[in-house]
């Protein structure tokens, strides 16, 4: 439902009714992108910010929720890595914080349902499958995120278009539709296969609040439609990046059957170098397909008021 306030265009979902947010938009929980300065942003503008735990330590994790409060009153989220050696710790600082989503990825949060849903924490688990939608809302979950191979980062293999429309069928609880999304087309889209929401990544990346290194943001500027590669498949870890020196490096390996230890040793520490230290040749440039559509630094705030005004317009 369409709601003007404040001259604004908001929407009214079951998304938005669930997390008490007054756009239905997600930020991804990227790992060493997804920090304080920008989850606060996209929750001071109206959508749902996300800390992005990634493999970071609890002590860590805490300060970052700390910092958001200090910054905005709005509603934010945690993403929890569940293969973190200190998920277990962070699992319990999000109950310490009062933090009220929880987004997690790579593992089944089954284990710590119970102590969240007792503290009045929304979990909601990343899927990439119809199974694995299914057992996430048996074991509790309020919602899921459908992602898309589009996506960047560690992917699955069914496409957003493909797979959101059939976990909408398969659950009963809300869907986000996350991979491939960046402006009010994709939103729209989203909408009309059944999620109540999207959850984007690459966008976010070149806000004006994100601290991503300026290479980094030019990076995804100038990419283009085919500019990302998929490394990893050999090994059961796909991962999507744009093109660079580490992932023809990578592929070659991958090609001449290199052991998954030697792979691992090509890109280990790579996204913190590419992220903080703006080394975009020999790190790991992570981003979706969609950058070839992301033109421009904007504020969080410009970034979700043009998706919704271009998304009114094209569902009215």
Known sequence: MWLRENGKQIMKTKITELLGIAYPIIQGGMAWVAEYHLAAAVSEAGGLGI???GGAP??????????VKEITDKPFGVNIMLMNPEADAIAQVVVDEGVKVVTTGAGNPGKYMAMWKEAGIKVIPVIASVALAKMMERAG???VIAEGMESGGHIGESTTMTLVPQVVDAVTIPVIAAGGIADGRGFAAALMLGAQAVQMG???VVAKESIV?????QKVIAAKDIDTAVTGRSTGHPIRCIRNKTTREYLKLEQEGATLEELEKLTLGGLRKAVIEGDVVGGSVMAGQIAGLVKKEQTCAEMIQEIMEQAAGLLQ
């Open 213 to 217: 290194h300026e290479n980094y943001k």
């Open 51 to 53: 800390i992005g735990a």
């Open 202 to 204: 690459t966008r976010f």
């Open 58 to 67: 609890a002590t860590f994790v805490r300060e970052q929720i700390q910092k």
């Open 141 to 143: 979950a309020d919602a």
